[in-house]
């Protein structure tokens, strides 16, 4: 008898196959019943009829709750009216672990409920969906810059210093060398990457102590940072679009069935093609003026500002050149007006804010220890990165994608703490 999964079925028609899964459903009605078996690769509806299969077996069934795992054989046959469009004519069945009392049943729960017991919510077919999906972009973005020639390279998450400002800092003790703070972007090292090895991206996780409780936020998140040598902010944006179009394409051909399951409506990701909308800072202050928003120039934009500004286009658009002012220390002026940083924000359309920030660096040794000053930096624990200035220096630009709301923003989802298996927030660290 032939092991199988439940995605592999339409090679097995008309033959005896075993699977093994969790019983996600089942239901009776006098001399038959049916399972609803779930191996974690879909779902497939199991046939027992009472003359088939021994009493013993037919009356197990009954007994076996929501989520037991049990092994499951019989005849695979096509049907189109069943979930997959197969169906087992079962006869036999067997018990690997029971369960009874399942706490997440068919009917509503609260998020606070389902956050709680987040580590089995995740069997859920929409929550299995997002991570198949969050899977596939993550195995997009890698292919992205492995075909064009970048370098994967892994930054430190321990870090002597903060890289995006000092109020998000998580820090810890560090034997007998003080303090040591999680990571907020690998972008500092993604540098010295791109001094050795021209392009290169780095992907993991970083941290931000937000103290603010929004839908936008997490505490440990994902970025993906491309860092590029001989680049400038034109090179950035032209990177990033393609980057973009290429992630959402992919998505869009490859995972209809599970943006189906999320019923998201994919009309508006389907425009997601180059060239994007590139806009600057002062045109997106002229946008929101337009739509009667007391905006100050100066300021940064918020959740709000960044949703008006974005439901302009049908894209997502890329705004540059910000006041300096609310930019990083390492971000380079515009030649052309010493108030602006030749900064981009990418921001996703239908509400989704910021995913990608990104920026061409300083590259000018005294001005960048000037910055470093101005902002009260640690010197000495920035010496290593004055160092790439003073040693060949070059232009060089790169940027940030936030993995989470690229997830959120393609799945269509309200919050980003469906979109990473176990999110941490401020008022959650468990499970
Ligand atoms: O704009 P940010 O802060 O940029 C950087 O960290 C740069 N060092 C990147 C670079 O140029 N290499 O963050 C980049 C992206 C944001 O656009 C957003 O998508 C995501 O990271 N992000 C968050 N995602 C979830 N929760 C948070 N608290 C986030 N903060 C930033
Ligand atoms: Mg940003």
Redesign the pocket.
Known sequence: MQKTYIKDLSNHVGEEVSLKGWIFNKRSSGKIKFIILRDGTGLLQCVYFKGNISEEVFNLADRLGQESSIEVKGKVKGEPRAVGGYELDASDLKVIGEAHDYPITPKEHGVEFLMDNRHLWLRSSKQIAIMRIRHRIVKAIRDFFDDRGFTLMDPPILTPAA??GTSTLFETEYFDLGKAYLT??G?LY?EAGAMALGKVYTFGP?F?A?KSKTR????E?W?V?P?VAFADLNDDMDLAEEFLECIVQTILKEKQEELIALERDTTKLANVKRPLPRISYDEAVEILKRNGIDFQWGNDLGGTDETVISNQFDKPVMVHRYPAEVK?FYMKRDPNNDKLALAV?VLAPEGYG??????QREDNLEVLQARIKEQNLPQQAFEWYLDLRRYGSVPHA?????L???VGWICGLEH?RETIPFARMIYRNTP
């Open positions: 890289c995006e907020q972007s972008q993604a970083t931000r937000e936008r936020h997490l505490t998140f970025m940072e860092e990083a924000d910021e995913i990608i920030g990104g920026s790169g940027f940030g994608l936030g989470e709301r690229t980003l």
